[in-house]
């Protein structure tokens, strides 16, 4: 319809350039349109007042509005309009015709494979009709383009698909010849996530237009896939994980899926948790946590699956991998207290059962005495808190109760900033008559160190009355923030969870905290007895390390007044504790930017090398020593990052499938720094079972960036027509005519015809 009205393809005004052919100038056109629209202005108003009374009206401006257009289109024919455009010289240009041959592409459709319908629309004319006017080279393409000699030999079973990096490379392979366009056959399921600028800018600079044709359903119609799912990579040995799964489906909605998460590591599946959820409405992305015993210590792989639904279409995005490096090192915990209370007794009774946490305490007993437990030698914290950093950067994480902030001198209240900001240790204020602002730490050069803007006055600590004589009380609830947060997880249901925090005992005291930062997330809140809500446990990650407050002391209770094997109280302070020293790097922590590794073994490894006192480590020597499935093996030498004090890299490739160790070494003239371990897996054969509906985004959004157009197969029929406007390869300057336009013609038409019988309307013909 396009072209029957405007008599040439879509790509020529897309891409032409419009002038005037006409020897008079320009400014003589402009200046008779004026002249009419003035005259005919002036003999419609000599005429008014011989004219109906129907038309003293905004009538009269239609009618002159109708014969000015009508004048100003005549004109402008007279100075012949035309278009001139770049079109390609016949038999001198190469049509390359790319055809995605992954294993999306063997997925049948219609009674055919998608490959197979991509093939059936080049033979079915299109290729005929390109080689009347063009050399075509075909290519099949998946994680690298090839050139083949015949469709036949296409066969959808590659592992991936990287169109991005395919279109780049033929740019570069075919510099020296006349690319005049490229033509994509294509479901848009690019395993790379996207086409990178770098390949468009190739593209762009020799003005090649990609004209993508794609093929699949553009929506799935019974469908479950798995999405995301995001685990810790790293874990204290018999942590307790949770498992942020997210997921959509079509065709489904309101129907039950049995979610599990499996440990397959050890070559016999372990079931460590499963669930069972409704399904909500078609299309939208839903989240799910799900909460697990991570185990013993090593490397774990993790499949996380969605049970198959009855009649559904592709069950292999059903299932994703993740890989969890669990430590046996144990962590450890500095507690100081300024009074002997009950909180302090039932922390240290909860974190008895934990073999992974360790806590050294101080108790201030008296003015200038303290009482030390959990000590590894005599000599720790025998003069109290440290006053250099490597008697204090032992410990991963430190916990400050009932103590005010003058306990501490200047110089160990910038060791504690230095602890968690530079160390990367974990930081947890407890509420108490001597604590936040009763204990004057807002004063302090710390409140940025805090999630909460500490209140500016004191008298913030408040003790309960006995409930037992009428008084009311202070209870806790579950915040939003806090119920995926593995920190505040009781009961593994979620309801069950909310409803658990509201049944806690009511807490013997409370703090107000003040106001959360806006980076902040508040877990639980408490509901005072006025009725007030503050919040009760904020966390915040604050350099490299995470700060926390717990705004009250007396959580214990959650242990005397619940029933005999009620373990919330336990549970809860494991969780928090651990958290809080977890993520503790040490002096190397490596890094790779993913865990799993989907067809292509390229990885890039990071680490950060801090020396005793944790300053970044320059004069250092850094290895990371592989080793991975049927005897590989490397050393590589990882080099530093330019401008980054303490950071080394160094780029490997996984030549197999399977799973890899890598443990990164730093030296220091010989005496050893540090060692961290990772582990990461490749995988091959599996993205490109997601995401198989068609991306039509994907393919449209390339199309227009580099001149094209996006088809329909249907549509492919006037393909040929379109191609040959282009500024790549070999072309000429054409110059087309527009006079003729049958839509002009129609123009002018329907602009006599409308004034008429608006005339004969008004009665006034």
Known sequence: MFEFFLKYPRSVYSRGQFAFLGAWPKWLLVLLIVAAAVGLAWLIRSRLAQAAPVMHSWRVWIVWSLQTLL?????MLLWQP???VAELKPQQNIIAVLVDDSRSMAISEDGSTRQAQAVHALQNGVLASLNRGFQ???????AVPARIDSLNTLQPNAPSTRIGDSLKQLSEETSDLPIGAVVLLSDGDDNAGGISADAISALRARHIPVHTVGFGRERAEHDVELDDVV??????ADSRLAAKITFHQRGYAGAKLNLTIRDVGTGQAKTLAARTVSLGPDGNLQTETLMFDIGGAGARTLEISAAPLPGEENKANNTLTRVVNVGSEPRRILYIEGEPRWEFKFIRQAEEDDRMVRIASIVRTSENKIYRQG????KELATGFPSRPEDLFVYQGLIIGSVEAGYF?????????EFVDRRGGGLLMLGGQFSLADGGWNATNLTDLFPTTLPNRAGTFHREADPRNGATHTTSQLAKAGADNIITRLVDDPAANAAKWKQLPYLMDYEDPGAPKPGAAVLANMITPEGKTLPLLITENFGRGRTAIMATGGSWRWQMSSPLGDTAHDLFWQQLLRWLVSDTPGHVAASVPSQVLLDNGAIALTADVRDPQFIP?????????ILGPSGVGAVIEMAPVPDHPGQFQAAWSAPKPGAYLTEVTALR??????????????MDGVAENFHTEQNRDLLERLATQTGGQYWKPADLGKLAASIPFSEAGVTVRETKDLWDLPLVFLVLLLLRFSEWWLRRKWGIV
Not at 71 to 75: K, Q, S, T
Not at 231 to 236: D, G, I, K, N
């Open 82 to 84: 035309a278009i001139t």
């Open 617 to 625: 480590a320059r004069d250092v020597k850094v290895e990371a020593h």
């Open 669 to 682: 003239n010989g005496t050893e720094l540090g060692r961290d371990v990772l582990t990461f897996q490749r």
């Open 409 to 417: 001198t200047p110089a160990q209240q910038e060791l504690i900033r």
């Open 375 to 378: 000590i590894s030698n005599p």
């Open 71 to 75: 004048v100003a289109i005549l004109l």
């Open 136 to 142: 075509t080279r075909l290519y099949r393409v998946d």
């Open 231 to 236: 685990v810790a990579p790293r874990a204290l």
